[in-house]
């Protein structure tokens, strides 16, 4: 299988403020405009980055948009996220805002980066960070998730009719302490009910934010499997974490055995073939941003690379007899635990 392309968040690249670092760690990019940020993540990365992804209207918009991709020279401009949720003025929310009149304009807004995203031959992500609550008895909840649904039908039609794919990204907290879109299933529950609303579903996909799953103890390569057979799986997001905060680490940096699981169940969809890509989600608090995504693709391609030793025939074998012992040992031979080194083990204890 020919390697499937890759893409880079160019959130990576600012400052990675924290609230306890509200200035952020990279205080020397804070005065930097986009198209100088674009420029430095394509000098520094090269060849090794096939497109970049933004968000709308914050990284890249209609004024900035030429500038951008010139800046991009041969890499594309891959995927355009939605944005408000950095924005005050959505504090309590953008298509559930309590004001009738910012949620229209905030379907107005998601509806221009479409349109943005079909001029530039890109993808639409949906992350709706925002879109929830922080307390009990905080919201209603039947109304909150009707308009919510009505926002994203309204959004996938528009898309529809410009032929854009776009991508919806679940997540179970923050900004919102309580995302009303917070796991897998409620991410098909909204397909669906976008589905039931006469509303073309054909393009409408799932971003897989790996750290999002992990964080809820969902398990990446099962759901990969899963998606896959409904035609779902639209993207991923590369990363890994401790598991109980959105990290945005390295890749393979824990998690390694699922990440593994993960590129096997990749591989057996074909993913990739249909231009879908794996695009690094990262935030290097205080590393060098460079650096660590290098890092990161470096450290993909080697797991996926071990994936591709897996003796799959034997793999299947073991999983089909859910024989957990012979399915180790197919994936722990092609990471170098085989027969010379068993025998090594082995000789190492015999009694002289």
């Given at each position: 299988m020919d390697r499937v392309k890759n893409s880079v968040g160019i959130w990576a690249f600012g400052p990675n403020a924290t609230r306890f670092m509200p200035s952020g760690y990279h205080q020397?990019?804070?005065?930097?405009?986009?198209?100088?940020?674009?420029?430095?993540?394509v000098d520094g990365l090269g060849d090794l980055v096939d497109g970049y992804e933004f968000h709308y209207p914050g990284e890249v918009n209609e004024e900035n948009v030429d500038k951008v991709r010139k800046a991009l020279g041969q890499c594309d401009l891959y995927a355009i996220a939605l944005g408000l949720f950095s924005d005050p003025k959505y504090s309590?929310?953008?298509?559930?805002?309590?004001?009738?009149e910012i949620r229209k304009e905030s379907v107005e807004i998601a509806k221009r980066g479409v349109s943005l995203a079909a001029d530039v031959g890109a993808k639409f992500i949906i992350w709706p960070g925002g879109e929830g609550y922080n307390y009990s008895?905080?919201?209603?909840?039947?109304?909150?998730?009707?308009?919510?649904?009505?926002?994203i039908a309204e959004i996938v039609a528009w898309a529809n009719g410009l032929g854009v794919v776009v991508?919806?990204?679940?997540?179970?907290?923050?900004?919102?302490?309580?995302?009303?879109?917070?796991d897998i299933g409620m991410t098909l529950?909204?397909?669906?009910?976008?589905?039931?609303?006469?509303?073309?579903?054909?393009?409408?996909?799932?971003?897989?934010?790996?750290?999002?799953?992990?964080?809820?103890?969902?398990?990446?390569?099962?759901?990969?499997a899963l998606l896959a057979r409904e035609n779902l799986l639209g993207h991923q997001h590369g990363n890994s974490g401790w598991g109980n905060f959105d990290d945005d680490n390295m890749v393979g940096a824990s998690y390694f055995m699922q990440t593994l699981d993960l590129a096997i169940e990749l591989r057996r969809a074909g993913y990739g073939q249909n231009?879908?890509?794996?695009?690094?989600d990262l935030f290097p608090y205080t590393e060098d941003q460079i650096e660590a995504i290098k890092r990161s693709i470096y450290q993909w391609e080697f797991i996926d690379s071990v994936a591709a030793k897996i003796d799959?025939?034997?793999?299947?074998?073991?999983?089909?007899?859910?024989?957990?012992?012979?399915?180790?040992?197919?994936?722990?031979?092609?990471?170098?635990?085989?027969?010379?080194?068993?025998?090594?083990?082995?000789?190492?204890?015999?009694?002289?």
């Open positions: 020397e990019v804070t005065e930097e405009d986009m198209p100088s940020k674009v420029r430095r993540a309590l929310g953008s298509f559930i805002n309590p004001d009738k008895f905080q919201v209603l909840y039947n109304e909150v998730w009707e308009q919510f649904i009505s926002a991508l919806l990204e679940h997540k179970n907290s923050e900004p919102a302490m309580r995302i009303l879109m917070r529950y909204v397909i669906n009910k976008v589905r039931e609303q006469g509303v073309s579903t054909d393009n409408l996909k799932v971003n897989m934010d790996w750290q999002h799953l992990i964080m809820n103890g969902e398990p990446l390569a099962e759901y990969a231009g879908e890509r794996v695009g690094f799959d025939r034997t793999l299947r074998q073991a999983q089909a007899e859910h024989d957990a012992v012979a399915a180790y040992k197919a994936v722990y031979k092609a990471l170098g635990l085989d027969d010379k080194f068993i025998q090594g083990v082995q000789a190492s204890r015999r009694r002289k």
